[in-house]
């Protein structure tokens, strides 16, 4: 190799002087992939003088060398030398042995690794343009030694002062690779593909490369800004929603990388969340305004996506955008955001993720676009209902808030009537829904501004809607289950104006319902307002039937199986517990030392058994392997089995259960007695009581 060096071919130099020079440097190419394992000086000498020749005669070998042949070389080497670091560090680790011949080698294998990154950045630097090619072999690089590095799910457990030494060493010497094929299209190509198909273990490096580059493109050229935040298939933001979608696993760990919150402080470790959000705010800040179309596109999809924790991100990038942008620009955000929630159907799962937005942006607005915004979307128009359900007024001026309040309850009170008054057809009940979400809007952010007349009106039209419903019609209709939602929530507001008549039929109607297993929406509106009756006496004429049905609620909410609604009936009984005058009322509610023990547990903030960050680690990889086969399966990727599905268990109903059921039974005689003696009744109760005594009396005949 000393004695080919010493030859210099130029531009006087014949055909075959360039053939005999490119068949060397490839005979040395081979003899590479057979010596890699033997001597570390020998390979890097080896490797040194196939770059050096390369570098030297660049001009005349460029269009005869194979450089996919040279780069993927350069790309495997480098990957065996990382993996012989990580096992010697990971040895280290084993066997607790920090000095001697092991840590020598590691030392001069990390040098070996940066001797490839060196190598790699100066070929890269002279034949960029002869890697079109090759693109996906430098992004399969950079992606297998992230996925194989902490803090990957995958990568193997390491001393910190090992990591810190490969980092220092090796990915610092690696990093300037990156700038060098910004400007490269083909690898922005390679890298934002909608088709890369990449397994579990690479998903989060492909995020955190994404987040490398949008770091290093504000310093870029404006040419090289639009070659990446404009893409071929997906831009720059869309790639990144896209990719941290499929951080799954990462998230619910949670990884933790290390960030520098505060200028001049020590890196300090924050969760992935946390880390992609201030990456991305960072770069949403130096992003041009030429590029808002992308940006705002990227946004909007990832907000209506399927994933709610990459919807949340778009939202938090979005308000930062709103907060850092002007004014004007985050008025037109928000007056977009409210055309699109009121251009679509209030049933639509996208809804709710804008009217989140739109309620979070309405806050960054300037009072003077509010105001705008209010005459822009009048409250006492029927139509502009869709749009004001979602917002908060504690965001408005008190001035403004007050005279938007009022409309609201006027405009909500209207649409209320106007189905009270007609024909109860259920296909009119959305916009009554609408209209009761805008009552509940103005209840609960600007209560103590709307006037007597008005709350007296409110829980008027309130007390109405509890006749019309019955458990098995709420129990079959969604659009009845979403009234009834909205009636509890709004009844937890006039709790303490509720009579005893309309208690008994709110508990008759939640005891009977629970009995036929409504969804956990309407078990969670149930706990909600069951929390607010400790703010209550109940009337002495309503106890013999609420009580033990309050109590025999309270007790199934607490032995739900599914563990959002647990957790909300613990917090629920413990708030009741603590403000109710009932006092006799608690330990009905814990009817075994089961939910006695979940309660004391809950109160004294005792965890059950924590899962070692191992074996949580390992079943978070079993759960991506399981979603990603369901996405494919969705995608029609997978062949059904053809396996009938499996049976469900059918339990014997429990002694809670009859009791509910025969309480809500009580409840019902006894709101039937208050209502005679309030006027006379209608012609045709005679004949139904006579039918409900005759099938009481089946009933009682079935037990003996």
């Known amino acids: 190799m000393e004695l080919v060096d010493l030859i210099s071919i130029g531009s006087a130099s014949t055909e075959d002087d360039i053939t005999y020079m490119v068949s060397v440097i490839h005979t040395v190419l081979e003899i590479c992939s057979v010596i890699s394992n033997m001597d570390h000086a020998l390979h890097a000498n080896t490797w040194k003088f196939i770059i050096k020749q390369s570098l030297k005669h660049h001009s005349l070998l460029q269009c005869h060398l194979k450089h996919s042949d040279i780069l993927g070389g350069l790309c495997r080497d480098t990957l065996l030398s990382f993996d012989s670091c990580l096992q010697l560090a990971e040895q280290m680790k084993v066997s607790e042995i920090q000095e001697g011949t092991d840590i020598r080698l590691f030392q001069k294998t990390v040098k070996l690794c940066r001797f490839f990154a060196n190598s790699l950045v100066h070929y890269t630097k ?79 490096p492909q995020c955190l ?59 300090v470790p924050i969760t992935l969340y946390h880390y992609v959000c201030v990456h991305l705010c960072s770069f949403i800040a130096s992003t041009l305004p030429s590029y808002f179309p992308q940006l705002e596109c990227a946004l909007l999809d990832a907000v209506l996506g399927s994933s709610m924790i990459t919807s949340l991100l778009a939202m938090d990038s979005w308000c930062f955008l709103a907060r850092y942008g002007t004014a004007e620009l985050c008025a037109h955000h928000v007056n977009v955001i409210a055309h699109l929630v009121k251009a679509w159907p209030s049933d639509c799962s ?15 607005m300037a009072p003077e676009h509010q105001a705008k915004f209010a005459h822009k979307f009048l409250p006492e128009e029927v139509e502009n209902l869709a749009v004001w359900q979602h917002v908060s007024l504690r965001a408005l001026n008190p001035d403004l808030r007050i005279q938007v309040a009022s409309q609201l309850c006027t405009a909500g009170l209207v649409r209320c009537r106007w189905w009270l008054n007609g024909s109860h057809a259920l296909g009119e009940l959305p916009p009554v829904n609408t209209a009761l979400s805008v009552l509940l809007a103005a209840c609960s952010s600007a209560d103590d501004t709307l006037e007597a007349e008005l709350k007296a009106s409110v829980l008027g039209v309130l007390s109405q809607f509890w006749s019309f419903f019955q458990a098995k019609q709420v129990s079959d209709e969604p659009c009845l289950q979403k009234t009834l939602c909205l009636l509890l929530h709004l009844s937890e507001f006039f709790i303490q104006e509720l009579d005893a008549q309309l208690i008994t039929q709110v508990f008759a109607l939640q005891s009977f319902l629970l009995q036929l297993h409504p969804p956990d929406h309407v078990r969670l509106a149930m706990v909600d307002f069951l929390s607010s009756m400790g703010k209550v006496f109940i009337p002495q004429e309503a106890q013999r039937q609420v009580v033990p049905q309050l109590s025999c609620l309270f007790a199934s909410l607490l032995a739900d199986q599914t563990w959002l609604i647990h957790q909300h009936a613990l917090e629920a009984f413990t708030h009741f517990a603590e403000e109710t005058r009932h006092e006799d009322v608690v330990p009905w509610c814990l009817n075994s030392e089961e939910a006695k023990n979940k309660v004391v547990n809950f109160l004294a903030k005792t965890t059950q058994v924590e899962e070692t960050r191992e074996a949580r680690t390992e079943r978070l990889k079993q759960e991506r392997i399981t979603w990603h086969a369901q996405a494919l399966k969705v995608d029609g990727k997978l062949e059904s089995t053809g396996e009938p599905v499996a049976k469900k268990a059918c339990h014997p109903p429990s002694e809670e259960q009859y009791k509910a059921a025969v309480g809500t039974m009580e409840g019902a005689v006894e709101a039937v007695k208050l209502l005679l003696q309030k006027g006379s009744p209608p012609a045709w109760l005679a004949v139904k009581l006579e039918a409900l005594h005759t099938a009481i009396a089946t009933l009682r005949d079935s037990l003996r």
Not at 350 to 362: C, D, I, N
């Open 126 to 204: 002279e034949f960029l343009a002869c890697f079109s090619d090759s693109c996906s072999q430098l992004h399969q690089l950079f992606l297998q030694i992230y996925s194989k590095f902490p803090h990957s799910l995958y990568a193997p457990e390491i001393l910190e002062v090992h990591q810190d030494e490969i980092s220092r060493v090796f990915l610092v010497a690696l990093d300037p690779l990156i700038n060098q094929l910004l400007p490269f299209s083909p690898f922005m190509e390679q890298v934002l593909s909608e088709n890369l198909g990449l397994p579990p273990e690479q998903q989060l």
């Open 209 to 267: 490369l994404l987040l490398t580059i949008m770091d290093k493109l504000s310093s870029q050229s404006e040419e090289v800004q639009t070659l990446w935040n404009t893409g071929k298939s997906l831009s720059l933001f869309s790639a990144l929603f896209f990719s941290f979608q499929q951080c799954c696993g990462e998230l619910s760990l949670p990884v933790r990388l290390p960030e520098v919150v505060s200028t001049g402080q020590p890196a």
């Open 350 to 364: 996208q809804v709710s993720a804008l009217g989140v937005l739109l309620k979070r942006m309405l806050f960054l």
